[in-house]
């Protein structure tokens, strides 16, 4: 079994040559988690990828 890093950009997302978008070129083992809209957040939404993404599905704090 291999081991996946998560990338969780922040608002925004992060530029091309950002450090996180430099790490998830460069390592296939690394997935950057999306969002709907970036410059938007919803603390629900980014919550609910979150947990789809950590397979995690404990009650949200927002």
Same mark, same amino acid.
């Given at each position: 079994? %291999?081991?996946? *890093?998560?990338?969780?950009? =922040?608002? =925004? ?6 450090? @996180?978008?430099?790490? $998830?070129? *460069?390592?296939? %083992? !690394?997935?950057?988690?999306? @969002?709907?809209?970036? $410059?938007?957040?919803?603390?629900? $939404? ?6 789809? !993404?950590? =397979? ?7």
């Amino acid at each position: 079994m %291999s081991t996946r *890093a998560l990338i969780l950009p =922040g608002i =925004g997302n992060s530029s091309s040559e950002h450090w @996180q978008s430099l790490w $998830e070129r *460069a390592n296939s %083992s !690394f997935l950057r988690v999306e @969002q709907r809209d970036w $410059e938007r957040p919803v603390c629900e $939404e980014w919550v609910k990828v979150g947990k789809i !993404f950590t =397979g995690k599905r404990k009650r949200s704090t927002c």
